[in-house]
């Protein structure tokens, strides 16, 4: 059975429909592209698939072992955490959270997790730091390792390289590769950056009017694809 | 001025008021932060003038320990204020006026109306102001406001993890499983209990004072939660307790006196926090 399920959704804002007729399935271990204009309703999907708000009608279901909860989730920046005051360890254990349930403070176990997701990230030198001094490649970083904390399965990423130097997104996409390879981690990533996407991607969920999903190799040979990639002057071999 | 003091101190009730108002004071602070970043702070200006209606027609119905109820209307004002802002069909900030300003104009006319005492404008002034000596309070009120105090610390405490996470990024929260709106709405209740304890020692103009004076300060000067917790809890005691001395040697109003302490300490943070960072830089 597949980790995550989406069929029929349709999505909007107060019965406000923005995007209909989505269907696909994520196996474990795939690494699913989502890409679209400004506005599509990329990061609606997610938040949909979060459970953060409601499908208007259709249904999303996880499997294989993946409960709702366990999924990552590395969200499009927030202006509100701008001048909160908070260390970089807060933030990563904050990702233990869920684990918690009702006991009041994070045992060894989770702050050894914290910590072993902080070195996996290679921001452990800044634990002590403020997270609003960081740069926002390592702000990313910093995320990217409190979502760890809250999964071991899937991450969800919302434009994770958005505002990264060329190298720093070198860096950041060979993270996630990293996390996809040799960790298993099913990855499901929102990207402008249609190059990377054919790139890292097993498969392709395409949003717009006419909705879009498969292999990466069925994408590139559909008409959607081959416009995307041509408008984006990408040299498909 | 210390023998006065020391003369004072023999007084059992000067040191009641002492402690009630420390710990009223750091039970303020504690959620300082949250609100200042969740954007609650409307919500806490709306509560103060929330619970000085209820005030009101607690005094009209002459009743004597009337903080009970005050907490009572206060908390399940916060409760529908909040759903209200997650409906968000009237704006949330527009219900919190309405609703506030509502409240303020009632309780003024009801007071107007069917006032028990002769002394209105006194009454009114130490409703908004506090009390001018915080060594007017019952016996009753001083163990009511003690026993509340120490439960909100208590549930601090145990919370703080959690409200630290649906402070800095409630959809991370509650996407991962954590019961957002259910803390959302523990914090709404604490701080409309924090209110009405504060109500009594700075009035309910002066609240919002005591609730983000000491988190401003302190995230001047530390960058972390905690530490920037811990630092407005001690900077609250503190300018309480001296707020309270000065207030009873030199018989000014607590609540300003309280406010005006903690305004020349902002200032103090806001100039050495401006330096270092200049120095870091
Ligand atoms: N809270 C909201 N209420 C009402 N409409 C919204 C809300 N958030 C987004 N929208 C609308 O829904 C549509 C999709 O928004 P969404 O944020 O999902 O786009 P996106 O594909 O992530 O775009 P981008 O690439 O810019 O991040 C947009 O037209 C937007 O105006
Ligand atoms: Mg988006």
Redesign the pocket.
């Known amino acids: 059975m597949a980790q995550l399920i989406c069929e029929g959704l349709s ?4 019965g ?1 429909e ?2 209909h007729g989505i269907n696909f399935e994520v196996n474990a271990g795939d690494y699913l592209c989502i890409v ?12 949909t698939i979060l459970g953060l ?1 409601s499908p208007l009608s259709g249904t999303v279901r996880t499997g294989d072992g993946l409960k709702q909860n366990e999924i990552g989730y590395l969200p ?1 920046q927030t202006i509100v955490q701008r001048d909160f005051p908070a260390s970089v360890r807060e933030i990563v254990l904050s990702g233990c959270q869920a684990r918690c349930g009702l006991r009041p403070f994070y045992n060894k176990e989770e702050k050894a997790l914290a910590e072993a997701n902080m070195e996996k990230m290679d921001v452990l030198p800044l634990a002590n730091r403020c997270y609003r001094e960081l740069s926002g490649g390592q702000q990313q970083r910093v995320l990217l390792a409190r979502a760890l904390c809250a999964t071991r399965k899937m991450l969800l990423l ?2 994770p390289v958005s505002g990264l130097d060329p190298r720093v997104t070198a860096e950041m996409y060979a993270l996630i590769e990293k996390l996809n390879r040799e960790d298993g981690i099913t990855i499901l990533m ?1 990207s ?1 950056d249609i190059a990377a996407a054919l790139r890292y991607a097993t498969h392709i969920l395409h ?1 717009a009017n006419n909705v879009f999903f498969g292999t990466k190799e069925e994408y590139l040979q559909s008409d959607a694809g081959k416009t995307f990639a041509k408008e984006a002057d990408v040299n498909v071999e | 001025m210390l023998s006065k003091l020391a003369e004072y101190w023999e007084y059992p009730f000067v040191k009641y008021a002492l402690i009630v108002g420390v710990l009223v004071a750091l039970c303020s602070s504690l959620l300082g932060v949250t609100l200042v970043l969740k954007r609650f702070s409307f919500i806490g200006d709306g509560l103060s003038h929330v619970a000085f209606g209820a005030m009101a027609i607690a005094s009209i119905f002459n009743i004597t320990n009337d903080m009970p109820i005050v907490i009572v209307i206060t908390v399940l004002s916060a409760v529908l204020l909040l759903r209200g802002g997650q409906n968000a069909k009237i704006k949330g900030d527009a219900a919190v006026a309405m609703i506030s300003v509502g409240a303020l104009a009632v309780g003024y006319l009801l007071l107007n109306l069917f006032a028990p005492s002769g002394n209105l404008a006194g009454d009114v002034c130490s409703t908004l102001f506090g009390s001018t000596s915080i060594l007017t309070l019952s016996k009753f009120d001083v163990a009511f406001s003690a026993g509340l105090s120490l439960l909100v610390i208590v549930i601090f405490i145990l919370f703080y993890q959690k409200i630290f996470c649906v402070t800095f990024d409630e959809n991370f929260a509650r996407a991962t499983g954590t019961k957002a709106s259910l803390y959302n709405l523990l914090i709404a209740i604490v701080i409309a209990v924090i209110i009405v304890l504060a109500m009594n020692l700075v009035g309910s103009l002066l609240i919002s004072a005591l609730v983000i004076f000491p988190a401003l300060s302190a995230m001047r000067l530390f960058k972390s939660f905690r530490s920037v917790t811990v630092f407005a809890a001690v900077y609250s005691v503190l300018t309480a307790a001296l707020g309270i001395l000065v207030s009873i040697l030199a018989g000014t109003p607590v609540g300003s006196t309280i406010v005006g302490i903690e305004i020349v300490t902002f200032a103090c943070c806001f100039i050495i926090g401006s330096v270092g960072m200049k120095k870091a830089a």
């Open positions: 999505l909007g804002y107060d406000r923005i995007l679209g204009e400004n506005g599509s309703g990329k990061s609606t999907l997610m938040k708000q499009q919302d434009e929102i402008h949003v």
